[in-house]
């Protein structure tokens, strides 16, 4: 074992997020958006799936666009991707087969956010963190003359 750092993909075109290695390390999954605006508006994100050989990446490939994606990562049997993905004021965990590219909604919280999740280690369970956002408007006068 060393302590070398070394880059195995670099785009400054691209915003990278989210980059998890599958359970037997030959597999890097990532979201990514071009860092530009296309009329006005920036670009939605796509996750992507790679080879790892240990040192580069190499047969990138998109797996699907995604509107507001957060913490993505491999299922444990390194079949399946999991995922947030947040839409309106509520979010749900998502599943993508790698097989054949299906996705399916696991959660179903409504109105309300999720945080954080991880899976037990047979993948038969997962533990999350759920809630609601609250927003409000305040005034505040300061009257004293």
């Keep these: 074992?060393?302590?070398?750092?070394?880059t195995i993909w670099s785009d400054e075109k691209i915003y990278l997020q989210n980059a998890v290695l599958s359970p037997d390390g030959k597999t890097i999954l990532y979201a990514a958006v071009p860092i530009a605006f296309e009329n006005g508006m920036i670009s939605?994100?796509?996750?992507?799936?790679?080879?790892?050989?240990?040192?580069?990446?190499?047969?990138?490939?998109?797996?699907?666009?995604?509107?507001?994606?957060?913490?993505?990562?491999?299922?444990p049997d390194g079949k399946s991707l999991l995922y947030i993905e947040v839409e309106n004021d509520g979010a749900d965990i998502y599943r993508l087969s790698l097989n054949d590219g299906k996705t399916s909604k696991i959660t179903n919280f409504n109105l309300e956010s999720l945080f954080r999740f991880t899976t037990s280690a047979d993948g038969k369970k997962i533990y999350l963190v759920r809630g609601t956002n609250n927003r409000e408007v305040v005034l505040i006068k300061n009257e004293a003359k």
């Design 44 to 75: 939605q994100a796509s996750l992507f799936v790679a080879s790892f050989d240990g040192t580069k990446l190499s047969d990138s490939r998109v797996l699907q666009k995604v509107a507001n994606v957060r913490q993505v990562r491999f299922s």
């Design 1 to 6: 074992e060393t302590n070398e750092v070394s």
